[in-house]
């Protein structure tokens, strides 16, 4: 499986961005999609993830009610539409894939996926 994000940039407080995740490979063992974002010295944490086939969603607190996580499997794209984004919420943001077999019955951490995009930059001003 391999991934590529992209969308990320600079916007003021307030803005809103559309990150996308291209999704290629064996796409059939894919059980969840997650987007990450990691600030500079702080854990990769989770910002929302969805089920691959059902499109189940999760989102996280760090960005609940500002976020939506969305998946056209037709395109092989998972998105990440980010409203009302504040300075806080600047960090690199990756995509990940958790797929069969290494899929342990949870997708919260990093260490659960397997499969890693390259990060995109998202810089949120005062």
């Known amino acids: 499986v391999q991934l590529q994000a992209y969308g990320g940039g600079s916007v003021q407080a307030g803005g809103c961005l559309r990150l996308?995740?291209?999704?290629?490979?064996?796409?059939?063992?894919?059980?969840?999609m997650g987007w990450f974002r990691q600030a500079p010295g702080k854990e990769r944490d989770l910002v929302a993830a969805i089920h691959w086939n059902d499109g189940i969603t999760y989102y996280a607190d760090s960005m609940k009610g500002r976020n939506t996580i969305s998946r056209d499997n037709a395109k092989n794209t998972v998105y990440l539409q980010m409203n009302s984004l504040k300075p806080e919420d600047t960090a690199v943001y990756y995509c990940?894939?958790?797929?069969?077999?290494?899929?342990?019955?949870?997708?919260?951490?990093?260490?659960?996926?397997?499969?890693w995009g390259q990060g995109t930059q998202v810089t949120v001003s005062s």
């Open positions: 990940a894939a958790v797929s069969e077999p290494y899929y342990s019955g949870s997708y919260y951490y990093s260490y659960e996926y397997d499969y």
């Open positions: 996308s995740c291209a999704v290629s490979g064996r796409t059939f063992s894919i059980v969840y």
